[in-house]
């Protein structure tokens, strides 16, 4: 009940182009659900967070769309740039409702995106 | 970025040998975590810490244990390296919970053999 699963494991993506990377949970006392990006040899960074009180948030060209009945919740990259070129994690956290804030990452997603 | 090192950034030991990872932040952060990544796995965490001294474990904390002695400073010991723990190895630490940001250390990567 505590795992995140994340698909798909890798993604191809053309410059211009929209990727999309999905997670579900099957703890429905999850409270905090951020997505972290990794470039290779670097530690993750914090990309954007959201609570399930919202369905849509967005910052830039990162929007995380979260459907609350589902159990699902999705990164959607708008004009995907080289640049983006990176690995992906979602994760999801008791962040509000405990004093740990544990984190629970998803297996991660590497996405390429195509000059 | 925060402040955040770890050291050694690459180690290389035998099976049965103990390992101590460092993980040094300068925020004055509250929290800190052990993470490792494997592929396939993602990040699991190990142990965490809620201040000084307070400690506890995490989804993998069989064969590792942690000491926390200064807010500062986060050490993770491999009791008796396996090869089951080759593995990079991530330190983490935030302000608090809620809203606030987990910021991750470059990483350690340890091969055992």
């Known amino acids: 009940q505590q795992q995140v699963k994340q698909s798909p494991q890798s993604l191809i993506v053309q410059k211009g182009g929209i990727s999309i990377i999905n997670c579900a949970y099957e703890n429905t006392a999850f409270d905090y659900f951020p997505w972290y990006q990794q470039f290779p040899g670097k530690g993750p960074a914090l990309l954007i967070a959201?609570?399930?009180?919202?369905s849509e948030k967005k910052e830039g060209r990162f929007t995380i769309s979260f459907n609350k009945s589902a159990k699902q919740f999705s990164l959607h990259i708008m004009d995907s740039q080289p640049g983006d070129s990176a690995t992906y994690f979602c994760?999801?956290?008791?962040?509000?409702?405990?004093?740990?804030?544990?984190?629970?990452f998803g297996q991660g997603t590497t996405l390429q995106v195509k000059p | 970025d925060a402040g955040i090192t770890q050291s050694p950034r690459h180690k290389v030991t035998e099976t049965g040998t103990p390992v101590t990872l460092r993980c040094h932040q300068t925020?004055?952060?509250?929290?800190m975590y052990w993470y490792r990544q494997d592929p396939g796995h993602g990040l699991r965490l190990i142990h965490y810490?809620?201040?000084?001294?307070?400690?506890d474990k995490g989804e993998v904390s069989d064969g590792y244990s942690v000491s926390r002695s200064k807010t500062e400073d986060f050490l993770l010991t491999l009791e008796s390296a396996t090869s089951s723990q080759t593995s990079v190895y991530f330190c983490a630490s935030s302000r608090g919970t809620g809203w606030e940001t987990q910021y991750f250390g470059p990483g350690t990567r340890l091969l055992v053999l």
């Open positions: 994760a999801a956290s008791l962040s509000f409702s405990s004093n740990t804030g544990k984190l629970i």
């Open positions: 925020e004055n952060h509250r929290y």
């Open positions: 959201i609570r399930p009180d919202v």
């Open positions: 810490s809620y201040g000084v001294k307070d400690t």
